[in-house]
């Protein structure tokens, strides 16, 4: 049996690490709600995932511990409300609570109906934030294994061609190569120091090419580099 006059449902989830209740509020029929922005302490959900028990208001005009919710609802025409933890046997997750704009609408028998229908909405959001959680960590995965597999590629390609009998400028230009089209890379330029350590020359180019300009850069022999 449900309670007459019911006039919304708000079911919310407690994050606990960010301290924050993601809560939604429905009217009828079944429209979403503005819910103003409210610290965890000024909601019914945290007051039911802390207690971990119902929460019955016969009479929100009496009710002093949540004055912001209680007048949001009061102006709603709300006059009594029933919230219930959203507890599985693995975790807590928020809380569900229902508003009647009957006073005292919520009898014994009524809370414990509700109290199935928190358990049941408890699996289905349990259910939702597991898929969600199993979505983002095979994305994760992906990324991880997709990134793992252009480094190992990278490394090889780098490897046979530091490898191969050829110039030093011919080793090098092949490596910048592999950095442009494995790494994501608009364009790689590789600088050494001239034998006799005064100036960066320039011996390998790959990617986006501009107009060529040659720079050279002499260094102070009182500086390392």
Known sequence: MTPLGTLTNSPSIYDENAREVRLTSYGEPGVPLQVPKLAPEETFTWWVY??????????????????????????????????????????????????????????????????????????????????????????????????????SAVRAEIGMALARQDTLRGMLHTCAEAMVRHLDAAFARIWTLNSEGHELELQASAGLVWMVVTVEFRLDNSKSV
């Open 50 to 151: 802390q207690n971990q028990q119902p929460l019955i208001i016969p009479s929100l005009d009496a009710e002093t511990r949540f004055p912001a919710v209680a007048e949001m609802l009061k102006n709603r025409g709300v006059r009594s409300v029933c919230a219930l933890p959203l507890t599985t046997v693995h975790r807590r997750l928020g809380g569900l609570a229902v508003g009647s704009i009957e006073a005292d609408a919520y009898s014994r028998e009524e809370v414990s109906f509700l109290s199935l229908v928190a358990n049941q909405v408890a699996l289905g959001v349990d259910d939702a934030l597991n898929f969600d959680a199993s979505q983002h960590a095979k994305e994760a995965l992906r990324a991880a294994m997709s990134e793992r597999t252009r480094l």
